[in-house]
């Protein structure tokens, strides 16, 4: 199961999950906000945050602390950490930089960020789409409360091959819904079963800066990473590097 798939809109085809487009000439950015809550007016979605999101976390750019440092990857920031592995993965197809990994204590947790409605939240509907997605696949899905709200903890079928009994795949995906978007997690490995690793990563997660833009965007869409200059120069040091050396943009 792709880790996006969920995101797709009931209509929508599926292998346009991140990539929906609109014609930005003419539309006011106010009037698509409206838009969308008109459409979305018989069932509107709550927004999902923990009470205190502004002041610890996810940021909006508008709210990050100009003292701190962090990697700049476009939409996301993310702050360094001593053995904090930083990964870009991108979509085969298109090339697109689609997902950041971060490797941490035997832990991988996946964020992505996405434009969202600006009166309404997305992660109650995706968390029961996704729920969905995975008992149609065989697999388990079930809703607990966790430090940043709502959370879904999963177990999916897996066939490895040489192996004697089919295995399962667990994974936990959070979300947060902010000021016009909509930041994802999932997290997998150690700390799905060692609670003070997983605490360390959710705030670790709580401290990623989120950079929405000002452009009119469909909610759901994909917001744009870049690679930063660290990484992509070979003969320099790792951007997790730069960022602990002071190198590193200020948010």
């Known amino acids: 199961m792709g880790l996006f798939d969920f995101l ?15 014609d930005d000439d003419g539309i006011d950015e106010e009037e698509l906000d409206d838009a969308v809550d008109l459409e979305d007016d018989e069932d509107v979605d709550a927004k999902s945050a923990p009470e205190d999101r502004e002041t610890r ?16 990857l476009g939409a996301l920031r993310i702050p360094a950490r001593e053995g904090l592995g930083l990964r870009l993965e991108v979509e085969e197809k298109t090339k697109r930089l689609v997902a950041v990994a971060l490797d941490y204590k035997e832990s991988t947790m996946q964020i992505q960020a996405f434009a969202a409605p600006r009166s309404t939240g997305l992660w109650h509907s995706i968390m029961a789409q996704l729920a969905e997605q995975v008992r149609k696949q065989g697999g388990t899905a079930e809703e ?28 936990r995906f959070f979300g947060v819904d902010g000021p ?14 060692d609670e003070a690793t997983r605490v360390e990563l959710v705030e670790l997660f709580r401290s990623v800066v989120v950079v929405r833009g000002d452009a009119p965007l469909p909610p759901r869409e994909l917001l744009t990473l870049v690679v930063p200059k660290a ?15 002071g190198e590193a943009e200020k948010a």
């Open 144 to 171: 607990v409360e966790g430090i940043l709200g709502p959370v879904l903890d999963t177990k999916i079928p897996v066939v490895i091959k040489g192996a004697a009994s089919n295995q399962t795949r667990s994974a």
């Open 231 to 245: 990484m992509a120069d070979p003969t320099s040091k790792t951007a997790t590097e730069d960022a602990a050396s």
């Open 180 to 193: 016009r978007w909509f930041l994802r997690g999932v997290l997998t490995g150690k700390a799905l079963r």
């Open 8 to 22: 797709k809109k009931e209509e929508e085809k599926p292998e346009k999950a991140d990539k929906l487009t609109v």
């Open 57 to 72: 976390g996810p940021f909006d750019i508008s709210e990050a602390s100009p003292a701190k440092r962090y990697v700049d």
